[in-house]
T-cell receptor, first 112, second 112 residues
Framework: QKEVEQNSGPLSVPEGAIASLNCTYS??????FFWYRQYSGKSPELIMS????GDKEDGRFTAQLNKASQYVSLLIRDSQPSDSATYLC????????????FGRGTSLIVHP | DADVTQTPRNRITKTGKRIMLECSQT?????MYWYRQDPGLGLRLIYY???????NKGEISDGYSVSRQAQAKFSLSLESAIPNQTALYFC???????????FGPGTRLTVL
């Protein structure tokens, strides 16, 4: 059973702060890792993907992967109220059906 | 125009009724998926299809069936709806790597 765990939150941060979202996974064969953002009432959209250990930066977003510890995180710098959403972590093992397993999501609230 | 469309967007039905949710995509992808999302439970895979002749069960297929009418169309049916099938349903597509899931806008289904 592949498991992807996230704290459901809500995580509340002030505008301009760094928001840190964490995700752990159980399958050591996992090779691909994704962060989706889902605004209330909308569908998820991919914002970051990471495949190797270390950091990957894209604008205000940084994904961090540590395969030895089986966790992946998303940092949002200079958080804005428009970043308020639910962030879904998704993990895919190598080979097989190539279908990611989604975590339950973390709700982020950025308050002015 | 949206790449992945779903109809209807909202549906209220009664216990025991048969209903069909439809999904169409213009991305040209072979892979299509049906997920349901419940508060606190994240996205769970119901069925997936890798091409017109390929249908596979996901983790929660009981009570559901699907039909892949064409590369662009993938329908989800509830043969006899029950109240615990009340949820938000998403259709998605992906390229063969599965790295990016492109979601439709969702169908909010309520079973009374």
């Amino acid at each position: 059973q592949k498991e992807v765990e996230q704290n459901s939150g809500p995580l509340s941060v002030p505008e301009g702060a760094i928001a840190s979202l964490n995700c752990t996974y159980s399958d050591r064969g996992s090779q691909s890792f994704f962060w989706y953002r889902q605004y209330s009432g909308k569908s998820p959209e991919l914002i970051m993907s990471i495949y190797s250990n270390g950091d990957k930066e894209d604008g205000r977003f940084t994904a961090q992967l540590n395969k030895a510890s089986q966790y992946v995180s998303l940092l949002i710098r200079d958080s804005q109220p428009s970043d308020s959403a639910t962030y879904l972590c998704a993990v895919r093992v190598g080979g097989g059906s190539y279908i990611p397993t989604f975590g339950r999501g973390t709700s982020l609230i950025v308050h002015p | 125009d949206a790449d992945v469309t779903q109809t209807p967007r909202n549906r209220i039905t009664k216990t025991g009724k048969r209903i069909m949710l439809e999904c169409s995509q213009t991305k040209g992808h072979d892979r299509m998926y049906w997920y349901r999302q419940d508060p606190g439970l994240g996205l769970r895979l119901i069925y997936y299809s890798f091409d017109v002749k390929d249908i596979n069960k996901g983790e929660i297929s009981d009570g559901y069936s699907v039909s892949r009418q064409a590369q662009a169309k993938f329908s989800l049916s509830l043969e006899s709806a029950i109240p615990n099938q009340t949820a938000l349903y998403f259709c998605a597509t992906s390229d063969p790597s599965g790295d990016t899931q492109y979601f439709g806008p969702g169908t909010r289904l309520t079973v009374l």
